[in-house]
């Protein structure tokens, strides 16, 4: 797991659009899609439910959201 993958993850989910996300990161929606779709196979975990016009986090996603920010926050220190 990358540090430039959190930070997507962190986006996507501040967000809670792929789309935007993906505007805001300067990235194709395929391949910030294909980057979440890795991460939840590399954890083993569902991280967002998907619905029509956006996403939400699962539980395991919001634990990650709050590990990931701390992470981010030590990383850029």
Avoid: C
């Avoid at 935007?20 to 954890?43: C, F, G, T």
């Amino acid at each position: 797991m990358e540090l430039r993958t959190l930070r997507y993850f962190l986006e996507i989910a501040r967000e809670e659009n792929m789309t935007r996300a993906s505007e805001s990161l300067h990235i194709s929606q395929p391949s910030l899609s294909k980057e979440m779709k890795a991460l939840e196979n590399e954890l083993g975990k569902k991280l967002f439910i998907r619905r029509n016009g956006g996403l939400s986090l699962t539980d395991e996603g919001m634990l990650l959201r709050k590990r990931a920010e701390d992470i981010i926050e030590m990383a850029d220190k």
